[in-house]
Nanobody
């Protein structure tokens, strides 16, 4: 089992920055893929950024060049640096982890990011 706890959300003005963190705990050998998904009011959950254990990253066009995902494997932590934030980035951001050894997906409870003046 893996427990994921996010932190770092909050209210920020357009053009501002936030850094989200997610720490994984529990009983596991290795976490393979880690990612951040987001869900805006009235919309489906979508990928915000993804990173493999080896550090390969994937971003949708909507955040490319503004968001940076990174991870610290030794600390089982994933980060999301969000710059040049826009009102449309407002959403609940969820941490995701995939453990390949058990083919299991895990989700955090989410942290709210609000971009507004």
């Amino acid at each position: 089992q893996v427990q994921l706890v996010e932190s770092g959300g909050g209210l920020v003005q357009p053009g501002g920055s936030l850094n989200l963190s997610c720490v994984a705990s529990g009983t596991f050998f290795n976490i393979d893929t880690m990612a951040w998904y987001r869900q805006a009011p009235g919309k489906e959950r979508e990928l915000a950024a993804r990173i493999s254990r080896g550090g390969s990253t994937t971003y949708p066009n909507s955040v490319k060049g503004r968001f940076t995902i990174s991870r610290d494997n030794a600390k089982n932590t994933v980060f999301l640096q969000m710059d040049s934030l826009k009102p449309e980035d407002t959403a609940i951001y969820y941490c995701f982890a995939y453990v390949g050894a058990t083919s299991s997906n895990y989700w955090g409870k989410g942290t709210l990011v609000t971009v507004s003046s």
